[in-house]
């Protein structure tokens, strides 16, 4: 890396034959985060990776963004997590993981784990989960037919609960779809954890967060800071969480807890690569 990055910004070309330019304190912030000691580099897949896609498991990460984490993983001292609101079979899915992977993988917003040590898939059992199961297909089941006639809106079951989409809806539609959703879970499962997210409504028993997520594989990996990028509300906990020597990105608008923000999946993936080179030039 030349020494003009103290100067100036970063420009690359992206692949949708744009320019995609990191401002002077996104650079600084980087090379900062770069030289910790042992760094976790944990992200968001949709929206931060991936573009949104209208159908969900459609949905696959830049081919920058694939580049620039296969050259994170091969560095020493550095663990790479995807951090993701989908259940942990969905992002095996969409993120093309194989049990070769150096990849961790929290899915479920921190309720399921898989680690590259073990082919096992590492959830956290809890006791209310049996409990909770027996009630889940009921309510999805209800979930459905409450939304089969209103148009652009669909239900996703999930792991620990269901979403229901909206991101095909109108504004009426979408506030029809939502009202009749939050009625159905106050009234029949009322301790459920209700989350908003872009164009999605999720309901789930199990209340982890992706704060905990994070946490989780910090202590994991011993490492003493953490990168973490998201574009969305639910990725707001774990930017909240971080400490002073973290870096938090904000992939996209919005209100954030993160010192940093680039404008989307692109400029995320101009943000790893160039990680990727000043983490290089620490380890020579």
């Known amino acids: 890396m030349t020494s003009e990055l103290d100067d100036t910004a970063l420009e690359n070309d992206t692949a949708l034959g744009q320019t995609t330019a990191l401002d002077q304190t996104t650079v600084d912030a980087v090379r ?3 030289a910790s000691e042992r760094l ?6 949709d929206g931060t990776l991936a573009p949104l896609e209208d159908e969900p498991m459609r949905a696959r990460a830049l081919p920058e963004a694939i580049a620039a984490i296969d050259r994170l993983t091969a560095l020493p001292d550095t663990t790479v997590a995807f951090v993701s609101g989908r259940q942990l079979a969905d992002l095996v899915v969409i993120s093309e ?10 899915g479920s917003h921190g309720a399921e784990f898989w680690h590259p040590a073990s082919s096992r898939v590492a959830a956290r059992p809890m006791a209310d989960d049996v409990a909770e199961r027996a009630h889940a297909d009921a309510i999805v089941d209800s979930a459905r037919d409450l939304v089969a006639n209103i148009p652009g809106a ?16 109108d504004d009426a539609a979408t506030v029809r779809a939502t009202d009749a959703i939050d009625e159905l879970v106050t009234t029949h ?6 989350r908003v997210g872009r164009d999605i409504l999720e309901y789930a028993w199990r209340h982890e ?5 994070v946490e989780a594989l910090r202590e994991l990996s011993g490492a003493t800071a953490v990168l973490f990028a998201g574009d969305d509300v639910t990725d707001e906990d774990a930017l909240a969480s971080l400490g002073p020597d973290d870096l938090g990105v904000r992939v996209g608008e919005g209100r954030t807890a993160a010192s940093v923000r680039v404008p989307d999946a692109a400029s995320l993936a101009v943000l790893l690569d160039l990680l990727g080179t000043f983490r290089a ?3 020579q």
């Open 281 to 283: 030039e620490r380890s």
């Open 154 to 169: 669909w239900i996703e079951p999930k792991a620990f609960g269901f979403g229901l989409h909206t991101r095909l809806a």
């Open 97 to 106: 993981h194989t049990d070769a992977s150096l990849i961790h993988l929290a």
């Open 32 to 34: 900062r985060i770069a």
């Open 40 to 45: 976790l580099i944990a992200l968001d897949f």
């Open 209 to 213: 967060g992706k704060d905990t997520a």
């Open 189 to 194: 499962v009322p301790r459920w954890r209700r």
